[in-house]
């Protein structure tokens, strides 16, 4: 579906849902209700915290359910990066580098070299920060070129962007660039009919709109969603069943 149509079917839906209110809402409340849609259905959908994403890969619909906004890299959507040395030691990859709005990690490759050593193409093992001072100095799990070990973490960007960062730990070898697999954050919606409060959608002449970016076949779903939502903020004024409504399908 186009906005325009993702919009007329959440009105007609909510109407149906919602008919002792017939409000008329406006351009940015249908689109702000859409957004909010749009980001709700992509948690349900991910899942996981982890580097692995356990929860996207476990169900092929998930996948296709989001394939859209899967970035690859190395490609023309996102080449590989360099990364900024810190230390001799310690290397860091801001998320505000990458091409895409960052929202999650699929997967994750680092070239490294030594001296003396051809260079390698390498996956990353993510590591929580209270086991890192262990693992840096176990001689089972600490970094190594030899058998191509490089630990992660996410931090605070060192630029204090507000994206933060992956930081890679080496023991006496180097990481030259990165190639991050990732979820990008989906397209906000916009019917093109006033100025957005951020600034980044402006009225134009002719007309132009912002379509969701996520497959067609779950723009249904996602019009159900923000009925949900807008039916919960209409009919509560406290807000109460709405916030309730709003964790259960976070959940």
């Not at 849902?17 to 948690?43: C, G, H, P, T, Y």
């Amino acid at each position: 579906m186009t906005i325009t149509e993702m919009a007329y079917d959440f009105k007609l839906k909510l109407d149906k849902v919602d008919s002792q209110q017939k409000r008329n809402l406006k351009d940015w409340e249908v689109d702000w209700f859409l957004n909010d849609a749009i980001q709700v259905f992509l948690n349900q959908v991910v899942g996981g915290n982890n580097i692995r994403l356990t929860g996207f890969e476990e169900e092929q619909r998930r996948y296709d359910d989001i394939r859209t906004l899967v970035i690859k890299s190395p490609s023309s959507l996102q080449p590989g990066l360099p990364v900024l040395t810190l230390n001799s030691n310690l290397y860091e990859l801001p998320l505000a580098s990458l091409a895409k709005d960052y929202y999650q990690l699929v997967r994750l490759r680092v070239d490294i070299s030594k001296t003396g050593c051809a260079n390698k193409n390498t996956g990353v093992r993510q590591i929580q920060h209270d086991d890192l001072n262990n693992a840096l100095i176990s001689p089972f799990h600490k970094p190594s070129f030899t058998w191509s070990e490089v630990l992660t973490t996410y931090g605070a960007s060192t630029n204090s962007t507000d994206e933060g960062s992956i930081f890679f730990y080496t023991d006496n070898f180097s990481v030259l660039q990165a190639y991050p697999d990732y979820i990008k954050r989906p397209n906000k919606v916009w019917l093109g009919t006033y100025n957005s409060l951020d600034g980044n959608y402006t009225v134009t002449v002719p007309q132009t709109t912002v379509d969701c970016d996520l497959p067609a076949t779950t723009h249904p779903r996602i019009t159900d969603l923000a009925v949900d939502i807008a039916t919960g903020v209409i009919q509560s004024p406290n807000m109460l069943q709405y916030t309730q409504m709003k964790l259960k399908i976070n959940e």
